[in-house]
T-cell receptor
């Protein structure tokens, strides 16, 4: 059974601090997505990474896919209160349509 | 350009009653997923529809759960004889014909079984 473990589970930081969220698995994925979910809404895609070692930047967010395509990280620089939300990673396997979602990291950025 | 629409947004029901949750995907999206999310945690896969193919029901937790998709568009998730452990947010997502990401999610139905 494929599992995606995220850490930390909860994170509360002050505005302006940096943070990293991790998404780890023992399985290899052909693609990995990061989503952010706000209360009362569905998850919204932030980024998709498909190549081992790939790094993508989205403003203050940096996403990395591990060389072995088993893990990923999300780094936020100078966090803002608007970054508050539930961050979910999701792994996809080539040839299938199932996306395995991680356990989630709930981030709260205090002003 | 409407997104994925789910109704109702909230549903409170008594234990033992049946409930129906509706999902209206983005027009032209042939893939449709149902996920369950408990207590703001990760998403649990329930069922997948793709075009006219037989659905993948492997994630349905029991035979009290069923889903159908009529005309390749609207989908209904039915839970019979609801139990308290069924309380969760039920999320529907659709994706484009290429089947790749992203998944476009609705805002979910929050089900509370009392």
């Amino acid at each position: 059974t494929q599992l995606l473990e995220q850490s930390p589970q909860f994170l509360s930081i002050q505005e302006g601090e940096n943070l990293t969220v991790y998404c780890n698995s023992s399985s290899v994925f052909s693609s990995l997505q990061w989503y952010r979910q706000e209360p009362g809404e569905g998850p919204v895609l932030l980024v998709t990474v498909v190549t081992g070692g790939e790094v993508k930047k989205l403003k203050r967010l940096t996403f990395q896919f591990g060389d072995a395509r088993k893990d990923s990280s999300l780094h936020i620089t100078a966090a803002q209160p608007g970054d508050t939300g539930l961050y979910l990673c999701a792994g996809g396997t080539s040839g299938t349509y199932k996306y395995i979602f991680g356990t989630g990291t709930r981030l709260k950025v205090l002003a | 350009g409407a997104g994925v629409s789910q109704s109702p947004s909230n549903k409170v029901t008594e234990k033992g009653k049946d409930v129906e949750l509706r999902c209206d995907p983005i027009s032209g999206h042939t893939a449709l997923y149902w996920y369950r999310q408990s207590l703001g945690q990760g998403l649990e896969f329930l069922i997948y529809f793709q075009g006219n193919s037989a659905p993948d029901k492997s994630g349905l937790p029991s035979d009290r759960f069923s889903a159908e998709r009529t005309g390749g568009s609207v989908s209904t998730l039915t839970i019979q004889r609801t139990q308290q452990e069924d309380s969760a947010v039920y999320l529907c997502a659709s994706s484009s014909p290429g089947q790749g990401p992203p998944l476009h999610f609705g805002n979910g139905t929050r089900l509370t079984v009392t």
